[in-house]
């Protein structure tokens, strides 16, 4: 039953900025490698960042210099910096995270169901 849901989402103004949350729960140890995807109505859905389980970060294009990925460990939540948006950047944002769980040693990957995300122009 181990999951993670975004939030943070909203509506804000061009210039403005936004801060998701992904926070993980469930029997897990820690957060492993974590991505932020968004998907625009009618267009596919794209990675936006990336933070690996060694602390190595990389973003899209389009978002470097403005976003910033990062994760609390103690609070099991990898959270988007979202500075300088722009109307383009209008999506329902994913995230999707590798968990470490308590039991058996295993890993799992999950999905959350998304945050909107509006920008106005």
């Known amino acids: 039953q181990v999951q993670v849901v975004e939030s943070g989402g909203g509506l804000v103004q061009a210039g403005g900025s936004l801060r998701l949350s992904c926070a993980a729960s469930g029997s897990i140890f820690s957060i492993n490698s974590m991505r932020w995807y968004r998907q625009a109505d009618g267009k596919q859905r794209e990675l936006v960042a990336y933070?690996?389980?060694?602390?190595?970060?990389d973003y899209l294009d389009s978002v470097r210099g403005r976003f910033t990925i990062s994760r609390d460990n103690a609070k099991n939540t990898v959270y988007l910096q979202m500075n300088s948006l722009k109307p383009e950047d209008t999506a329902v944002y994913y995230c999707n995270a590798d968990l470490a769980l308590v039991v058996g040693g295993r890993a799992r990957n999950v999905w959350g169901q998304g945050t909107q995300v509006t920008v106005s122009s």
């Open positions: 933070l690996t389980s060694g602390g190595n970060t």
